[in-house]
């Protein structure tokens, strides 16, 4: 049973549009997702999260918007540059109770390469 | 600013051995992680501890072992290892367990594990 979904396994896009990558979930105890970023042969890496409380975060060209009725989030990353090229993946936990607290459940990754 | 420190980096075994995965953090975090990443799966959790002297099993745990040595260590083991754990592993640490708000993981930079 997959928790959190990437439906998308690729996305291209070209040097300076906007890039966005979605995820959904299905259980709704989660409350906090995070978005990791993983280039080849490297450990994934940190990008942004959201809490449940709100339903948009920026840092810089990075922006995670998080829509809880529909369950669903997504990252924007604007204007896309091609070192941005890399394995993104959603994540999530739930802060209180059940089985999913203090664990990160991630979705499926989704492959970005932004041409020149 | 090592971070999160994986030995070894890449490892060939014959079905039927065992080898243990090490793992070390230098950022004095209390959470620790241990992830396998197959394709199409994203990241799977396999052992967690919240804390010194405490494990859990995560989504996947069968086949493994893990300890908690100290603070700064966590080791994976696989006692038989078999073809279905080929696999790239991931060791993960955070400052507290993950889903308080502003408490992300982080990674090493993978163990790549081949069973034949």
């Known amino acids: 049973d997959q928790q959190v979904k990437q439906n998308s396994p690729s996305l291209s896009v070209q040097e300076g549009r906007i890039s966005i990558l979605n995820c959904d979930y299905t259980?709704?105890?989660?409350?906090?997702f995070l978005w990791y970023k993983k280039y080849p042969a490297e450990g994934p890496t940190f990008l942004i999260s959201i809490s449940s409380i709100k339903d948009k975060n920026e840092d810089g060209r990075f922006t995670v918007f998080l829509n809880k009725s529909a369950k669903h989030l997504s990252l924007h990353i604007v204007p896309s540059q091609p070192g941005d090229s890399a394995v993104y993946f959603c994540a999530a936990s739930a802060r209180a109770g059940g089985t999913s607290y203090g664990k990160l459940t991630f979705g499926q990754g989704t492959i970005l390469t932004v041409h020149p | 600013n090592a971070g999160v420190t994986q030995t070894p980096k890449f490892q060939v075994l014959k079905t039927g051995q065992s080898m243990t995965l090490q793992c070390a953090q230098d950022?004095?975090?209390?959470?620790m992680y241990w992830y396998r990443q197959d394709p199409g799966m994203g990241l799977r959790l396999i052992y967690y501890?919240?804390?010194?002297?405490?494990?859990d099993k995560g989504e996947v745990p069968n086949g493994y072992n893990v300890s908690r040595l100290n603070k700064r260590e966590f080791s994976l083991r696989l006692e038989s290892a078999a073809p279905s754990q080929t696999s790239v592993y991931f060791c993960?640490?955070?400052?507290?367990?993950?889903?308080?708000?502003?408490?992300?993981?982080?990674f090493g930079q993978g163990t790549r594990l081949t069973v034949v």
């Open positions: 259980n709704s105890m989660f409350d906090y």
């Open positions: 950022m004095n975090h209390n959470s």
């Open positions: 501890s919240a804390s010194e002297g405490t494990t």
């Open positions: 993960a640490s955070s400052e507290a367990v993950v889903g308080h708000q502003g408490t992300e993981a982080f």
